[in-house]
């Protein structure tokens, strides 16, 4: 398949996808789906209940499911791609932030508990400085968190003398 039909297919469905998204995503649709539940269970007595009237609502809720998970799943990875590229942009342009997170959900799940570890540590020690917004990095919360800790050494030093 040529690139100039895969980028039209692929313009088709991202465009499908975002029509059926917006119009599923709206009140309307839902009251639109309970009204077919509830034709569909009023007819129920003229069809004596029978195996064909149960068939037509489990095979219609499906082949709907099964389309609809297809369309959600296009949806959500253009959304999160979406996110990440307005995450990554507001870290690279803020200096104080660390570029080590750009692209980190590229990670496998044991480097993102790594990561976690590092600004659970963090944390820890902007919770010691009593002030959330004096550290910036792991790297500089280390920095200050040692020389705060030769600081209290050396007055502990000075009163014992």
Do not use: C
Not at 41 to 65: E, K, M, R, Y
Not at 121 to 139: G, P, W, Y
């Amino acid at each position: 398949m040529s690139t100039k039909k895969k980028s039209g297919l692929s313009k088709f469905f991202n465009n499908f996808s975002n029509a059926v998204t917006r119009a599923t995503g709206k009140p309307v649709a839902f009251i639109v789906a309970t009204l077919i539940i509830i034709v569909w269970a009023v007819t129920g007595p003229i069809f004596h209940f029978s195996d064909t009237w149960q068939l037509v609502i489990n095979t219609g809720t499906t082949i709907i499911t099964f389309l609809m998970v297809f369309v959600i799943q296009h949806s959500q990875n253009k959304d999160t791609v979406a996110i990440q590229l307005k995450l990554n942009e507001l870290i690279a342009a803020s200096h104080d932030a660390s570029n080590r997170l750009i692209s980190i959900e590229d990670l496998t799940d044991e480097e993102l508990e790594v990561l976690k570890k590092f600004y659970t540590h963090l944390a820890q020690l902007a919770k010691k400085e009593r002030n959330v917004f004096k550290t910036h990095s792991i790297d500089e919360a280390k920095r200050r968190s040692a020389i705060k800790n030769v600081e209290e050494e050396s007055a502990i030093t000075k009163i014992k003398k």
